[in-house]
């Protein structure tokens, strides 16, 4: 199966019974794959989902290693034809953990001699012992998943942030299910989509999420021109309005939008655009 919206996918797997493994160089398809012959068993993610992984490059992978285990990395440069590039998509992905241990320093750091430059380094010795790298912040390490893949299987980027959200009394979309409709509401999230269907007459619909899950947003035509810049180009959106429920159907109807992208830092972000 192929995941067609990984950041979602992963909040999937924080609210239900579906469980899912990292991409990794000794057990990865190209596409994403249940891991058993239960649907319970949990989901090995692809080589798909890696930035910058080339179809014919996951092919090779998965010949050479049906012929034998990989040794190490140099033996997975050497057999499945990968260059500089095919190692660093997959030592940012930490996808050489089983050939490389779990600090995704020490892949980054054994990738780049792995396909040597021969007629450079002819005639000299190199030193294959990987130094005492430490280990990434979760910060970095989230930052690093996001540039890699689009998501992010560690905690969600909102969580470090929720104290500092809290300063500004920004609730989470759990507080939000909890308000009864009518009451003003304060939201902040990453923004995943934007919808803006000819049929609406302008309205803009956004989908903030966090953590802890989804707030749908109603962005009305008039406030669309107001927050224009906010509403289309922010990757971190704080929005303050009404919360509106009719039966299981739940908005937050937008009264005003505040741009905090400069909270996410490094963080790369994308969203669907008025799909």
């Given at each position: ?35 058993g ?82 007629d ?35 905690r ?57 899950g ?41 009264s ?20």
């Amino acid at each position: 199966m192929v995941l067609a919206y990984p950041r979602s996918y992963r909040r999937t797997q924080d609210t239900a019974a579906l469980r899912c493994s990292r991409v990794d160089i000794d057990g990865s398809t190209l596409d994403s794959a249940i891991e058993g012959p239960t649907t319970s068993a949990p989901v090995r993610l692809g080589f798909s989902l890696l930035r910058g992984m080339r179809e014919d490059v996951a092919g090779r992978i998965e010949l050479a290693r049906a012929a034998r285990p990989f040794v190490d990395v140099a033996d997975l440069a050497r057999r499945a034809q990968l260059d500089r590039h095919d190692l660093q998509v997959l030592a940012g992905a930490n996808a050489l953990r089983s050939l490389a241990g779990d600090n995704r320093r020490d892949a980054l750091w054994l990738a780049a001699p792995a396909v040597p430059d021969r007629d450079l380094l002819r005639g000299t010795e190199c030193d294959d012992a990987v130094p005492a790298l430490p280990r990434a912040s979760e910060g970095h390490e989230i930052v690093t998943d996001y540039r890699a893949m689009g998501f992010t299987l560690g905690r969600h980027p909102l969580a470090q942030l929720r104290d500092r959200l809290a300063l500004d009394h920004l609730q989470s979309a759990e507080q939000l299910a909890t308000l009864r409709s009518g009451q003003l509401a304060r939201a902040c999230g990453v923004v995943t989509v934007r919808q803006r269907p000819g049929t609406a007459n302008g309205v803009l619909f956004l989908t903030l999420e966090d953590e802890t899950g989804q707030v749908n947003v109603i962005l009305w035509p008039g406030l669309l021109e107001k927050f224009r810049k906010e509403a289309l180009g922010a990757a971190l959106l704080a929005v303050y309005g009404v919360r509106q429920a009719e039966g299981k159907v739940r908005h937050l109807i937008a009264s005003k939008l505040v741009d905090r992208t400069e909270l996410l830092g490094a963080l790369p972000t994308t969203s669907r655009e008025f799909c």
